[in-house]
């Protein structure tokens, strides 16, 4: 039986700190495109055409072709918001910062002063361990004159800025600024960490710039459970490796965040673009189910000897499973020993994308031939056809001769069916939208 979403919301505040409020919007109201795009009205649809610089704002509503709720009568998002690094800064502000992120699993700060970072968008944030209010999580800039405080993975006592020591306790207080007690209205509650929003479900930890966050199960009601119900030993599994974290020199894929995540949220491709997973999986099983802010692919049966990679009826995993957590959130497993990932689908700019994250498998498990085989199959077959299949759409994007296309779907929303790129388009559009009206912070 599912048991529920595990909450833990590090919303207390310290002691001696004040909950700064956080000015998150310096983007407000209408946008304005300055040197990217031309627009030309007609029949009150608004098409943009590539590479004519004028200055105009950007439209998140009223395309050429008409988007809407159904999938099967509605067109794709234009291609300019897959391009213009306008849209990208727009996002940041309407979508990264104001939405969950993974950023790691419980046992990476299991100890007092364990902490992990992450950046997401314009914004770097912390998660850390703290003796008596457990995991916090804070803004990543020094309240002096803003140098990052941490950097990657690890453990201290107290964080302390490489520029200038500004010390702060794991709670997120100042604790010393040197010449702070001679000055004179110089008052440390000022200078607290400013706090982001922290909550941890099956023990992956998720963060939220917006201190205000609805929470995941809000946002994503049922999500949580549907994990639990087909995830084998997922309590059990712990991180085993680590896949380009936090930016750095990751391996990034030359696609829009967006392109990367349509082609996610689909298994329309399947059958003639990774034709080995094709014959992993028994398509006839497969089903996509779309609810609030997350969704779900599932394959319930699947081939032992395939073209891809064995493996043995007594594994685990007999089932290939999906779930999406809008925006950046991919959790998937496929079949074989009990096995998950959890890679973020995050942005480096406009037109790059980093999948960050851990690969999970059980405590001290020995990994066999089988194993070995399937991680070759992941990392050498699958994942570079998909990186392949995007950076070709994101060249397509860029060409004069398209702007937007269908999503297919057929009237029973079959797992292969597109319905779960509308659903995403929806999302997206639906944030962006707010930035049209006007309703930014
Ligand atoms: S910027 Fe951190 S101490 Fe100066
Ligand atoms: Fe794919």
Not at 93 to 99: D, E, G, L, N, Y
Request: aromatic fraction near 10%; include cysteine.
């Amino acid at each position: 039986m599912p048991i529920g979403f595990h909450g833990l919301v590090a919303s207390s505040g310290s002691a001696s700190c004040k909950l700064m409020t956080l000015r998150m919007g310096k983007l407000q109201g209408q946008f304005v495109v300055e040197n990217c795009h031309q627009l030309t009205a007609g029949h009150n649809r608004i098409r943009i055409a590539k590479g004519d610089p004028v200055n105009q704002k950007i439209p998140f509503s009223n395309f050429e072709k008409p988007l809407s709720d159904d999938p099967a009568s509605s067109y794709t998002m234009p291609s300019h918001l897959y391009l213009d690094p306008s849209v990208y800064e727009i996002e940041k502000r309407q979508i990264f910062a104001k939405t969950w992120h993974y950023i790691g699993h419980e046992s990476h700060v299991a100890d007092v002063g364990d902490y992990l970072t992450l950046t997401i968008g314009d914004d770097r944030v912390f998660v850390i361990r703290d003796q008596s209010r457990g995991l916090c999580g804070f803004h990543n800039v020094c309240r002096h004159r803003a140098h990052q405080l941490l950097e990657g993975a690890g453990n201290v006592r107290s964080i302390v800025c490489p520029y200038h020591a500004w010390t702060y306790k794991t709670d997120g207080s100042l604790h010393h600024a040197r010449f702070g007690g001679e000055m004179a209205n110089f008052n440390p509650e000022e200078f607290c960490l400013p706090e982001i929003s922290v909550e941890v479900v099956h023990g992956l930890i998720f963060v939220n710039v917006d201190i205000n966050a609805p929470g995941i199960a809000t946002l994503a009601p049922g999500f949580a459970d549907d994990m639990q119900t087909y995830i084998p030993k997922l309590s059990q599994l712990k991180p085993v490796e680590q896949f380009a974290f936090d930016g750095g020199d990751a391996p990034y894929w030359s696609a829009n965040w967006k392109v990367v995540v349509d082609n996610y949220v689909e298994c329309y491709h399947c059958h003639h673009a990774h034709p080995a997973l094709a014959n992993i999986m028994v398509m006839n099983s497969y089903e996509h189910t779309v609810a609030d802010q997350w969704a779900r692919q599932i394959s319930t049966q699947s081939r032992q000897n395939n073209s891809a990679y064995t493996f043995s009826e007594n594994d685990d995993v007999q089932i290939a499973a999906y779930w999406y957590l809008f925006p950046t959130t991919s959790i998937w497993l496929v079949p074989g020993s009990a096995n998950l990932f959890v890679l973020a689908m995050m942005p480096i700019d406009h037109e790059r994308t980093v999948f960050s994250g851990h690969r999970f498998a059980l405590e001290g498990a020995v990994e066999g031939d089988e194993d070995v085989q399937r991680a070759v199959y992941l990392n050498e077959i699958l994942g570079p056809e998909d990186q392949r299949l995007c950076e070709s759409v994101q060249q397509g994007l860029r060409s004069s001769s398209y702007n937007q296309g269908r999503f297919m779907v057929d009237p029973a929303r079959s797992g292969t069916a597109e319905h779960g790129v509308h659903q995403f388009h929806r999302l997206v559009l639906e944030s962006l939208a707010k930035a049209e009206d006007g309703q930014a912070r």
